[in-house]
């Protein structure tokens, strides 16, 4: 069964750290790349940050540029968000979510990846509060 | 970077059908991809429409998704409403790195 779980959630007090893991299982996980997408509470959606299946490419919200950085472990099949300089507007679910695989389309010539940008698997979240 | 506009929230009866609407605030609709999200109450978001149109298996036929380039804005259509269908429903689109969502509708079938 695919499967992403999310936990390292937490009460923290604004200024502190806190680091999310994410366990994936049921599928190749270094072959998809991931994001995290976290959602305050009564609130709706907000994208965080995603990184490609081999890290080259990292991506991250304004909102949260410079105080988190996302990293993975491909040998442990498992997706990471530190988080540094907590808020309390930083208080949300945080989603791991998997961004569906490329497909392959070719013509008489060459080949190359078509990407998609859209989000195929969830995690359940973990839930983080900022707060003194 | 642009925004994505929804309805706060929509209603209709059992059997009916609703359409949910999100507004591009710049750039073309067209320009990107536009895909739909259901999240049930405390349940993680699902893919009901990727591609603006396409749905992923499983999903039902009763979920529809188009775009408008006149409104510059996307539509996800349920007919035959069911009151599991009773859910928010969020919008999402891509462009320059960039995951952009709706605010979110919540739609309630009475």
């Known amino acids: 069964e695919v499967q992403l779980v999310e936990s390292g959630g937490g009460l923290v007090k604004p200024g502190g750290s806190l680091r999310l893991s994410c366990a994936a299982s049921?599928?190749?996980?270094?072959?998809?790349?991931m994001n995290w997408v976290r959602q305050a509470p009564g609130k709706g959606l907000e994208w965080v940050s995603s990184?490609?299946?081999?890290?080259?490419?990292?991506y991250y919200a304004d909102s949260v540029k410079g105080r988190f950085t996302i990293s993975r472990d491909n040998a442990k099949n498992s997706l990471y968000l530190q988080m540094n300089s907590l808020r309390a507007e930083d208080t949300a679910v945080y989603y791991c979510?998997?961004?569906?695989?490329?497909?392959?389309?070719?013509?008489?010539?060459?080949?190359?990846?078509?990407?998609?940008?859209?989000?195929?698997?969830w995690g359940k979240g973990t839930t983080v509060t900022v707060s003194s | 970077n642009f925004m994505l506009t929804q309805p706060h929230s929509v209603s209709e009866s059992p059997g009916k059908t609703v359409t949910i609407s999100c507004t591009r605030s710049?750039?073309?609709?067209?320009?990107?991809?536009v895909q739909w999200y259901q999240q049930r109450p405390g349940s993680s978001p699902t893919t009901v429409i990727y591609?603006?149109?396409?749905?992923p298996s499983g999903v039902p036929d009763r979920f529809s998704g188009s775009i408008d380039s006149s409104s510059n804005s996307a539509s996800l259509t349920i007919s035959g409403l069911k009151t599991e269908d009773e859910a928010d429903y969020y919008c999402?689109?891509?462009?320059?790195?960039?995951?952009?969502f709706g605010g979110g509708t919540k739609l309630t079938v009475l």
């Open positions: 979510a998997r961004i569906r695989a490329p497909r392959v389309d070719c013509s008489s010539t060459s080949c190359y990846n078509y990407y998609y940008y859209y989000m195929d698997v």
């Open positions: 049921g599928f190749t996980f270094s072959s998809y790349s």
């Open positions: 990184i490609s299946s081999s890290s080259s490419y990292i």
């Open positions: 710049s750039g073309s609709i067209a320009s990107n991809y």
């Open positions: 591609e603006d149109n396409q749905r």
């Open positions: 999402q689109s891509y462009d320059s790195s960039n995951w952009v």
